[in-house]
C-alpha cells in the first residue's frame, strides 16, 4: 500500500512540476518545485494535490506597474461571457487604477499582462472588499477560469495563493485549509489549518490575500471566497475572513454593466432600515448620542464583528440604548469622503 501511494505522490509531481514551478519562478526566482507546505499537502491528501495542480492555472500574482514586490494574489472567474481577475479593492484599488498580473500561459510560460481595474467595492471587514478587471481576451484560452458558488458551512474549503516576500522561507504557492463557520453579510468566517504551523507562532502569511476559497459542489470545485485577511482569535486559534463573493460579485457586476444605477445595498439596524450605500462606501464608525452628548464611540473600519453592516449592532454591546438615543454612522467611500446617517431609536 505504501509502495502505491509513492508511486501516486511520484505522478503527480510529474503532472505539477511545470505549472508550480512556472508560476513559482515568479516570486523571486524560486528554484523549489513546492513550498514545503505544498508538499505536505500533497503526501498527505491525493485530493488536494490534485486541486492544487487544477487551480494554479486560474491564479494570477498581481503587482504595481514598475515594481517587482508582490502585492498578492488573483483568480480568474467567468460572468456574463468574459473573464474577469478578483481581488480584495485594498490590493486592486479604485476603478482606473493600473496594475500587473503574472501568470502561466500557454505551455506553462510565465505571461506578464497590464490591467485595468474596472468596477470596485471598498476595504474592510464589513465592505465587499473586491476590486475586478477584465482579463485580456488574448489570455484566454491559456488559464481555465473558476465557477462561483454559494458557501457550505458544513464542508471543508481549500485556499491556494502566493504571499509577499519570504515568509517561512516560501516563494511559491501555499495551500491552506479552512473551515467556514460563519456566512453574514459580505463576509466568510473560517478557522485555518496550514501543514506544519504551530499555534503557539502562527505563519504570518502577509500578502496571501486573494486567494480563491474553494469548495466542492455538484461535481466541480467552484469559488465561494476571497482571502481579505487574518486574525488570532482570543483561544490562540488563527481565524481567517474572506469576502462572500456571490453576494458582492453581483453588485460590482451590475455596477458596471450599468444595470444598477444607484444605491445597493441597506444598512440596517435591529430590522430598521437606516438608509442606503452604495457597493464603494463603508460604515466608518458607530456613535450613540444621549443628550446632546456623545456616550459611546467605535471605529468599524478593522472591527471583525460585525462583519456586514447589517449586524452593527454587534459593535454596541458595551452600552445598553435607551430610548431616544440617536446612532450616528459615519459612512466613507474610496476617497474618504464623509456622510452621515442618523437613526432615534424609539
Request: with cysteine; hydrophobic share 40%.
Given at each position: 500500500m505504501r509502495l502505491i501511494k509513492f508511486f501516486i505522490f511520484m505522478l503527480f509531481l510529474a503532472a505539477v512540476h511545470p505549472v508550480v514551478y512556472a508560476q513559482g519562478g515568479l516570486l523571486r526566482g524560486a528554484k523549489t518545485v513546492l513550498s514545503p507546505q505544498a508538499a505536505a499537502v500533497a503526501r498527505q491528501s491525493f485530493k488536494q494535490a490534485w486541486l492544487l495542480n487544477n487551480v494554479s492555472r486560474s491564479l494570477v500574482q498581481v503587482s504595481r506597474p514598475g515594481a517587482s514586490e508582490v502585492l498578492g494574489t488573483g483568480f480568474i472567474f467567468r460572468a456574463h461571457k468574459r473573464l474577469w481577475v478578483a481581488m480584495p479593492y485594498h490590493i486592486g484599488g479604485v476603478a482606473g487604477s493600473r496594475r500587473i498580473i503574472r501568470f502561466a500561459g500557454e505551455n506553462n510560460l510565465p505571461q506578464e499582462r497590464e490591467i485595468t481595474i474596472a468596477v470596485n467595492g471598498n476595504a474592510g471587514w464589513h465592505a465587499?472588499?473586491?476590486?475586478?478587471?477584465?482579463?485580456p481576451e488574448q489570455d484566454f484560452s491559456a488559464v481555465r477560469p473558476l465557477e462561483i458558488g454559494w458557501p457550505n458551512l458544513n464542508e471543508t474549503a481549500y485556499s491556494f495563493g502566493y504571499v509577499s516576500g519570504r515568509v517561512a522561507g516560501l516563494d511559491e504557492i501555499l495551500p491552506v485549509e479552512r473551515h467556514i463557520f460563519s456566512a453574514e453579510g459580505f463576509g466568510l468566517i473560517s478557522d485555518r489549518v496550514i501543514a506544519g504551523e504551530n499555534l503557539a507562532?502562527?505563519?504570518?502569511?502577509?500578502?496571501?490575500?486573494?486567494?480563491p476559497v474553494l469548495q466542492y459542489f455538484q461535481g466541480e470545485w467552484r469559488a465561494v471566497g476571497l482571502h481579505t485577511g487574518s486574525c488570532l482569535a482570543p483561544d490562540g486559534r488563527s481565524?481567517?475572513?474572506?469576502?462572500h463573493l456571490p453576494r458582492v460579485l453581483p453588485l460590482l457586476l451590475r455596477r458596471y454593466l450599468g444595470k444598477d444605477p444607484g444605491y445597493?445595498?441597506?444598512?440596517?439596524?435591529?430590522?430598521?432600515?437606516?438608509?442606503?450605500?452604495?457597493?464603494?462606501?463603508?460604515?466608518?464608525?458607530?456613535e450613540v448620542w444621549r443628550g446632546g452628548e456623545r456616550v459611546f464611540s467605535r471605529l468599524l473600519r478593522n472591527f471583525p464583528d460585525p462583519y456586514s453592516d447589517a449586524h452593527s449592532e454587534l459593535a454596541l454591546v458595551g452600552i445598553e440604548l435607551l430610548?431616544?438615543?440617536?446612532?450616528?454612522?459615519?459612512i466613507r467611500n474610496n476617497q474618504r469622503e464623509v456622510r452621515y446617517l442618523s437613526y432615534t431609536l424609539p
Open positions: 465587499p472588499d473586491v476590486s475586478l478587471a477584465l482579463l507562532a502562527p505563519f504570518n502569511i502577509s500578502g496571501y490575500c486573494g486567494s481565524r481567517s475572513y474572506a469576502v445597493s445595498r441597506s444598512l440596517l439596524f435591529r430590522g430598521w432600515n437606516l438608509g442606503k450605500l452604495l457597493p464603494s462606501e463603508r460604515v466608518h464608525s458607530i430610548p431616544q438615543d440617536i446612532l450616528r454612522y459615519e
